[in-house]
Nanobody, 116 residues
């Protein structure tokens, strides 16, 4: 069983920054950040494998950075130059399988609100 707990969400103005954290218990093979805006489907923002490789959705490339503290098993998402369209509930997720093969574990989410 893997438990995930997000933190770090909040309200910022357009152009601002936030850093999300996800404390994980248990071993995982791949972790990711998803987000879900009101009225929209949940979408992947970025994922990271335990070998350190990562991928990003096009809309956040160059502005968001995913990282993982292997000692404390914490997944981060550094978000810079935030835009109002980034407003969403952000979820941490993990799997013990390969990335993209199905996410077995989810956190409760942390809200990010970006005002113009």
């Amino acid at each position: 069983q893997v438990q995930l707990q997000e933190s770090g969400g909040g309200s910022v103005q357009s152009g601002g920054s936030l850093k999300l954290s996800c404390a994980a218990s248990g071993d995982t093979r791949c972790m990711a950040w998803f987000r879900q805006a009101p009225g929209k489907e949940r979408e992947v923002v970025a994922d990271m494998r335990m070998d350190g490789s990562s991928t990003y959705t096009d809309s956040v490339k160059g502005r968001f950075t995913i990282s993982h503290d292997g000692v404390n098993n914490i997944l981060y998402l550094q978000m810079t130059r935030l835009l109002p369209e980034a407003t969403a509930m952000y979820y941490c997720t993990a799997t013990r399988a390969l990335c993209g093969s199905g996410w077995g574990y989810w956190g409760q989410g942390t809200q990010v609100t970006v005002s113009s």
